[in-house]
């Protein structure tokens, strides 16, 4: 049941999201926004700490560029536009205004309302630290501090009997929020849209059924694309590489949240746990000869070794459809998407197991 349509997004959410502020769960939640069926109010804390957060990895993708233009300064001499596009020089400033315009234009879409600390009561701000309540918990951390203002902050804004939704997978937040009424907790953003999708539509229940109905089918596609990923190994093995990708063993239950829903198509995305199965094959070091003048090891062989991985993946599925007397009809998913894994799949396989010596 949706009680409220007043959200409050922590900072510790956006930054779980990678400060992606198109990622397919803001893109929903901003869509709701704009129709004014749901509220973005946030705080000064939260807006200071994604500019600063913004900012310190822009200062590091900067530095990353940097170091790449040094180490591969021979490949600026080729006369190759796409390689001379990295390196173009564009001024810093204009990298930092580019990436906080799209905070700034993720909040002003939703039309964000900022609530100042101004109204926050500092002995309750005192008291709630040297009594080690929530958010501050047992350790009683200064860092809690920006928390704190923040949730106060929200709480002088609201209304005796009014209400607001915290997303936020902070531990000490969740046990402020259960201690007070006005705040209802939600672990994620994904959550958050589910209960209003839920609220708003009987079409989310069908949506939800078509994957109950449909798992194996789902299931397999999320097999082929995950066998389809490059896989590369980043362990201190050196020089081994994966042999032909994965070999997916087993996936978990599918969970569905619908972030979005109409009268054609719906936006669903799902966490799964994924086993898979990768070889990677490398020098064979155990069997090396360490030359003690050139201080290296040298191999004579290569040798194997099978991993089996277990990890959690977050899927985003378009679901498109008719909806005809009340019943959905000729549903079709695509546009089955995996987070994480443009760039390739990372494993760090060793040539021993851990425990081995």
Known sequence: MLETRKVFIDTQSFVKAGLHFDGPAFKSFRKYCEANELFHVSTSVVDREIKSKIALSVNDAISAIQTFRRKARLLSSLDYDKVKGLFEEIPDEDIHKKAGDVFDDFMSACSTEIVEADGVD?????????????????????????????????????????????????????????????????????????????????????VKQYFIVNEEKIKHKITEFLEECDVYNSSTWEDAEVDDGLTVISLGDIEPSVLYIDDEESQVTFDIDVEFEVTVTGPDFNNGIYDREDGRMYTFDSTSRTSTISTIYTVEVFLHYEFIDGELVNAEDDGLYISGTSGGIEVAVEENEPDWY
């Open 122 to 206: 500092p002995e309750e701000l005192l008291s709630l630290y040297f009594d080690r309540k929530p958010p501050f918990g047992d350790g009683k951390k200064k860092a809690e501090f920006p928390d704190a203002i923040s949730i106060l902050s929200l709480k002088s804004y609201l209304q005796d009997d009014e209400k607001i939704y915290v997303v936020s997978d902070d531990g000490d937040l969740k046990v402020f929020c259960a201690d007070d009424p006005n705040f209802i907790s939600v672990e994620s953003l994904d959550k958050l849209l589910d209960i209003y999708t839920t609220h708003t539509s009987v079409r989310h229940e069908q």
